[in-house]
């Protein structure tokens, strides 16, 4: 396809499981985000890709959330030990580089319900 | 930016009525900016955006914002509303900084609720 696709689009935990999210950017984009949205808030920035530099974690909440990026590719996003606060919509989005201009591409989502 | 403030978290308008969409930043430095719209379960768009040149921007969809620098603000408008425009809307800032980092920042988001 050749939008951003994201799976599962929809994923239910219980508390305490670990959960993997997987995000496809468009082919060619170099830079890939995560964001999360919780219902009433804004977008949260995660974590962002750009080639082969060092991620930027800076939006992590806990050590409980890594992501990974292979290939340039495709991205999954880790959480550990999910809690109920973890539960939200989680958006992946690309762009064709980071120079601050580009517009983001948006997945449609992983909405997490964390039981 | 240090911030980006959406004054309204939902409007609500009747149709055919022009509606304003306010957002402000703070920053040092100058500043790309940028409305996404997010319809009912549907993906994050890009709706437009400013980088250079002429203050007032067209977007899709028949709306249209401008850039006031001295004022810091990227207020988004359209004359005349339709149902369809019932959505999210998220105003993002990315600031010209040496370096890598230039991820967006957002605001809350406003809710526009068009009733007919």
């Known amino acids: 396809g050749a939008g951003v696709s994201q799976s599962p689009s929809n994923k239910v935990t219980e508390k305490g499981k670990d959960v993997e999210l997987r995000c496809d950017p468009i082919?060619?984009?170099?830079?890939l985000y995560w964001y999360r949205q919780s219902l009433g808030q804004g977008l949260e920035f995660l974590i962002y890709?750009?080639?082969?530099?060092?991620?930027?974690k800076s939006g992590l909440p806990s050590d409980r959330f890594s992501a990974e990026r292979t290939g340039g590719s495709v991205s999954t996003l880790t959480i550990q030990r999910t809690q109920q606060e973890d539960s939200a919509v989680y958006l992946c989005a690309s762009s064709s580089g980071l120079a601050g201009a580009e517009t983001q591409y948006f997945g449609p989502g992983t909405r997490l319900l964390v039981l | 930016a240090q911030s980006v403030t959406q004054l309204d978290s939902q409007v609500p308008v009747f149709e055919e009525a022009p509606v304003e969409l306010r957002c402000n930043y703070s920053?040092?430095?100058?500043?790309?900016l940028f409305w996404y719209v997010q319809y009912p379960n549907q993906g994050l768009q890009l709706l437009l955006k400013?980088?250079?040149?002429s203050t007032l921007v067209k977007g899709i969809n028949g709306f249209e914002a401008e850039f006031n620098k001295s004022q810091t603000s990227f207020h988004l408008r359209k004359p005349s509303v339709h149902i369809s425009d019932t959505a999210e809307y998220f105003c993002?800032?990315?600031?010209?900084?040496?370096?890598?980092?230039?991820?967006?920042?957002w605001g809350l988001g406003t809710s526009l609720a068009v009733n007919p």
């Open positions: 920053s040092s430095v100058s500043v790309y």
């Open positions: 400013y980088l250079s040149g």
């Open positions: 890709f750009q080639g082969n530099s060092a991620p930027d």
């Open positions: 993002a800032v990315s600031e010209l900084r040496a370096g890598n980092n230039r991820k967006l920042i």
């Open positions: 082919s060619g984009h170099t830079a």
